[in-house]
């Protein structure tokens, strides 16, 4: 039986943690505090992460970095995407080379515009990493609500034996080679999503969210792309369908902190509203640094940009993206 380290106790860590212990895996838990750890053991519960669900027995529990690393074949990153760095430190003396190393955060790095799995494989050099993305709300994957994902690693040997471990009758796994496609679809869907929000807290309803999610998805398959993603990812789970569900689920703290921005609150107030992490109110930073680095046009990520960190009224975003210059939808159709 494999031994498997899920590094993260939040809710998508501990959804992924209940899933692989009910896979038949023997699953370590490893929370960033020992006061976290000590609740979870005691109660076998995250009532304001996971309401309802209980955490098995059979489930290890710590704050232990080596107890959760030591002897693994597989670990699982789950952690805020601005921790994955002090993480992987942490976890270097203990990772043995050749462990297969999966990220399942989802962000870039603001300052070096590193994806997870760039990091992981800087800080842990010799692992076989991949990537675990898709529209996969950890509130009902930890219901055995039925999922799909995608895994992406560099090898597809390892691929295809993650495939098997996560698989489950409510969980189904597909396989790609695209990693850098699968991560920056998995990072600038929360840009899009808190976009999202902004509309819907500002009551303007279906067809404005219709139109953020398609040409949101237009603006992450043009970045990706220049970077050297593949296209077909980007219509896929972790493009399109991680999209869909981000914009339109109240799962999503993305949406919701987007809401609140809509309805006049500041990032900081929505933010401690929300009282989870938004992974978009970081990666919006990265996006925004990409794309002048690869000269390419983001107009809703520069726009939700400008309200969360140079004030901007969000009607006057809108009435600038309203208003832009003509466009025809796709450049590469013939008339």
């Known amino acids: 039986m494999k031994q498997i380290g899920v590094i993260g106790a939040g809710s998508w860590g501990t959804a992924l943690a209940i899933l692989l212990?009910?896979?038949?895996?023997?699953?370590?838990?490893?929370?960033?505090?020992?006061?976290?750890?000590?609740?979870?053991?005691?109660?076998?519960?995250?009532?304001?992460?996971?309401?309802?669900?209980?955490?098995?027995?059979?489930?290890?529990?710590?704050?232990?970095?080596?107890?959760?690393?030591?002897?693994?074949?597989i670990l699982v990153v789950v952690v805020p995407s601005a921790c994955v760095r002090e993480t992987a430190l942490k976890m270097k003396p203990f990772v043995k080379e050749g462990t297969v190393?999966?990220?399942?955060?989802?962000?870039?790095?603001?300052?070096?515009?590193?994806?997870?799995?760039d990091i992981l494989e800087?800080?842990?050099?010799?692992?076989?990493?991949?990537?675990?993305?898709?529209?996969?709300?950890?509130?009902?994957?930890?219901?055995?609500?039925?999922?799909?994902?995608?895994?992406?690693?560099?090898?597809?040997?390892?691929?295809?034996?993650?495939?098997?471990?996560?698989?489950?009758?409510?969980f189904r796994i597909y396989i790609s080679p695209d990693m850098l496609g699968i991560e920056l679809g998995g990072a600038l869907k929360n840009v899009?999503?808190?976009?999202?929000?902004?509309?819907?807290?500002?009551?303007?309803?279906?067809?404005?969210?219709?139109?953020?999610?398609?040409?949101?998805?237009?603006?992450?398959?043009r970045l990706g792309t220049k970077m050297g993603g593949r296209i077909e990812t980007f219509s896929g789970l972790t493009g399109i369908g991680d999209l869909i569900v981000t914009c339109a689920s109240m799962h999503s703290r993305n949406r919701r902190a987007g809401i609140l921005l809509g309805k006049g609150?500041?990032?900081?107030?929505?933010?401690?509203?929300?009282?989870?992490?938004?992974?978009?109110?970081?990666?919006?930073k990265a996006a925004v640094k990409l794309a002048r680095k690869y000269e390419t046009e983001l107009p809703i990520i520069e726009q939700v940009y400008k309200i969360l960190f140079e004030g901007k009224d969000p009607k006057a975003a809108v009435s600038e993206l309203m208003l832009r210059d003509n466009k025809v939808e796709s450049a590469i159709l013939p008339w």
């Open 101 to 117: 190393v999966v990220s399942a955060s989802k962000g870039i790095e603001e300052d070096t515009l590193d994806t997870m799995t």
């Open 192 to 221: 899009i999503a808190l976009a999202a929000g902004i509309a819907d807290g500002m009551g303007y309803g279906d067809n404005a969210k219709a139109a953020l999610i398609t040409r949101g998805i237009v603006e992450i398959s």
């Open 265 to 284: 609150y500041s990032m900081g107030e929505a933010m401690r509203e929300v009282n989870m992490v938004v992974e978009g109110v970081y990666s919006v």
């Open 122 to 170: 800087e800080v842990l050099p010799g692992i076989q990493s991949a990537v675990l993305s898709g529209p996969s709300h950890a509130e009902e994957v930890a219901r055995s609500l039925p999922t799909a994902c995608v895994v992406g690693a560099r090898r597809e040997d390892t691929a295809k034996m993650l495939q098997s471990v996560f698989m489950s009758p409510c």
């Open 21 to 73: 212990n009910e896979n038949g895996y023997e699953v370590t838990l490893w929370c960033h505090s020992e006061k976290s750890a000590e609740h979870l053991r005691r109660t076998r519960s995250l009532p304001d992460k996971l309401p309802g669900i209980q955490v098995s027995e059979r489930i290890g529990v710590t704050s232990s970095i080596e107890e959760a690393v030591s002897g693994k074949e």
